[in-house]
């Protein structure tokens, strides 16, 4: 090689001081520019520079430790790397900074510092030649064959012949590095190898300061043999995977070009290569349909060729897992015997016969049909009767697996569909996602408080379930994450809510609509001793043997403690009497099951031992040395002296003890109640009072009701406090109805309002027995109204005897239980007249023949 051929670097360097590591001739290395130092050298040399040598900068490792730094400049270590700026990129975040792209080309050392600020810059004496591209034969003369050196030369040659080629050769980037190998001169070799493999920056140091070239390879070849052995001991101890397994060696993936810096300290792995293609086995094994099979062998395709480092690869990895995870053609048998079907609904769920009707038929049309599509059923009823229950018994009695999605406050219809994979944290809706949670393509799922979805900025919920709850289009529902169709039709849809006044229309219309009515007494007595006390001694730690509680106690219990359409705050009393029963037991008299009375014998001594019981929860702990009697028998004495007062009395005989006051009908999401209204009247000028939140509807009914009396005074003998015939002429009337924190609206107070206002100005008792309900027009009508179980159930539990209802609603009678309609008296009314009637004993003042107008269906 010709002298005139080298290539010099320029005799005045700006100096870059770094702490992240040493950079060699023949290595790319990334430096991180935050010191003020720094920050001035890129800015005023290498961002406004124009000519090539201002891209060239002297780079010295700086050893002082990086957290106690100074603003003064420190000692400068004598050798350092010339090297070019390839990249320069800038970031304002978290704090400013730049980073650089700097090749080594060569070393140099300080011969003297010229200026330290706003960077340094010094004197320059180049140690390494910069030699113009010559042929391979040329470079191997110039590295001297012969001698000490060409000896060292070529054992290093053959070292790092030997470490590629315990690399797999099939990575692009381990078959470049080999050519290299051929193609690099040799005196470049120790500082390109030192650079790639696993050598700590001490050692680094001592290769830089090697400037000597036989002291360069003796340096080097030391670290490079270590290099050699650790991955001869690993692949000792590795199990070999395949049968022609190699020792592999992670090398970063990318581009090679001399002075690329690699990495060899990171142990290799092939397991993404036997992962990808245990995936592949499971998507070709999970049956999917055509269309997502190409999906995902589209993205496989993909993720084979992808790099793990890439944000993308575990996404499009989840994305695989969750496409081979979900159930495409797994599906559960149904248990189609519809005897074992009814002895299981029944032993789980007392009454609700409508709802058992239902499965039933549906297990009997899957016998004719099993190609049949999964109805979609909506339970609408109060709290606590059941509905979620029920839905879990029904896939019990499938043989189905279940899952509930609860839908209360859901506002983002994202939660339904899932979102696109294209948006950081994207993930399936609960409906993928509760599929692949179950495992197969027909369970039963419950979609619990379906009236409660609200609606935001994100979408309607609502609107999004109308596709999955669409029998003509759930069978290619379209998850946003999935983006392929998934079949829903053989799910069995059941949604539960409180009332269908605030679902959707178009929601509603997709859905068969089951009304689960509230309990009588006698069913929630039957559901307390079948279901509730045996469950409630189990979570306490009872036995039969030790507390026993009769049907009047529970009689007691529903109609003095608890008014409510369901049973929770029924079982929540009874869970209070077992806890206070346990205190008694487990309170140091450690009574075992020999010990305590047989419960066949509670009847002989039920009156003796309820005396007991009832005596021994007055007295004080001091007195209670003994046991009590086994078993507890709970008694209303010991009732009282647990839950305390009764709750609710029956009122309705002491609040109609004035005129104007009737009692009436009203529906809430939570059951029916009574409701009463007051009325009074005062001297004044005609007006009317209305107070009790009441909406508009009842407003306009309370109006209709004062017209209909003033329109028909003379004909009922109405008269006001003067004796005129205008009951509001120099009177003013107040309709209140009690609970005023409570808002109240709807038509059906209407016979309420005309009966009261008519006790009023006339001076009668309405009957302390009668409840009533129903809408009324301005020419005296009565038109039906809705909720008439649920108001009846409401009248039997307050222990009303005469229910007076619209003649149309009649038809609504056949849902009551028998045993109710025996014990109530109900009067079909089709105009006012015929309600007055009722209402009143001996009939109503002005009746032609009082007593004959009303339809009544007595003890149905």
Sequence with gaps: MSSNSGIQIPSRLPLLLTHEGVLLPGSTMRISVETARNMHLVKNRLLKGTSLKSTIIGVIPNTR???????????????????????????????????????GLCRFRVAQLLKEGPFPVAEVEQLDKLEQYTSPEEM??????????????????????????????????????????????????????ASMIHTSNKEKLQVLDAVSLEERFKKTLPLLTRQIEGLKLLQKTRKPRLDDDKRVLAVRKGGVLPGRQFSLDEEGDDEDGDDTAVLERKVKGANMPEPALRVCLKELKRLKKMPQSMPEYALT????????????????????????????????????????????????????????????????????????SVGRSIARTLGREFHRIALGGVCDQSDIRGHRRTYVGSMPGRIINGLKTVGVNNPVFLLDEVDKLGKSLQGDPASALLEVLDPEQNHSFTDHYLNVAFDLSQVLFIATANSTATIPPALLDRMEVLQVQGYTQEEKVEIAHRHLIPHQLEQHGLTPQQLQIPQDTTQDIISKYTREAGVRSLERKIG??????????????????SEATPAESAPQGAEHGEGKQGRRAEEPDGDMAAPPDMPIVMDHIALKDILGPHVFEMEVSERLTLPGVAVGLAWTPLGG???????????????????????????????????????????????????GSDPLEGTDIHLHFPAGAVTKDGPSAGVTMVTVLASLFSGRLVRSDVAMTGEITLRGLVLPVGGIKDKVLAAHRAGVKRVIIPKRNEKDLEEIPANVRKELDFVTASNLDEVLNAAFDGGFPGMSNPLTLPHIVSKL
């Design 65 to 103: 430790d990086p957290e106690h730094d100074t603003e003064d400049l420190p000692t400068l270590h004598s050798i350092g790397t010339a090297g070019l700026a390839v990249q320069v990129v800038g970031s304002n975040w978290p704090k400013p900074h730049y980073t650089l792209l700097i090749t």
């Design 673 to 723: 109640e009574i409701m009463f209204v007051e009325a009074s009247r005062m001297e004044g000028e005609g007006q009317l009072t209305l107070t009790g939140q009441l909406g508009d509807v009842m407003k306009e009914s309370a109006h209709l009701a004062m017209s209909w009396l003033r329109s028909n005074a003379k004909t009922y003998q109405l008269t006001n406090l003067v004796g």
């Design 140 to 193: 191997s003369e110039a590295a001297g064959p012969d001698g000490e050196l060409g000896e060292l030369s070529q054992r290093f040659y053959q070292a790092a012949v030997q470490l590629v080629g315990m690399l797999d050769m099939s990575v692009p980037v381990v078959a470049k590095l080999r050519r290299l190998l051929d193609s690099l001169p040799r005196e470049t070799l120790p500082d390109v190898l």
């Design 576 to 593: 209070a009497i077992c806890r206070a029963v346990a205190v008694k037991v487990a309170e140091g008299h450690n009574v075992t099951k």
């Design 317 to 388: 990895r989840n994305y695989l897992d969750l496409m081979v995870e979900l159930p495409w053609s797994k599906s559960t048998t149904d248990c189609l015997d519809i005897h074992a079907a009814r002895v299981l609904l029944d032993s789980d769920h007392y009454a609700m016969e409508k709802l058992k009707r239902r499965v039933l038929e549906y297990l009997a049309v899957r016998q004719l049909k099993s190609t049949l599509k999964g109805p979609i059923l909506c339970f609408v009823g109060p709290p606590g009767v059941g509905k979620t």
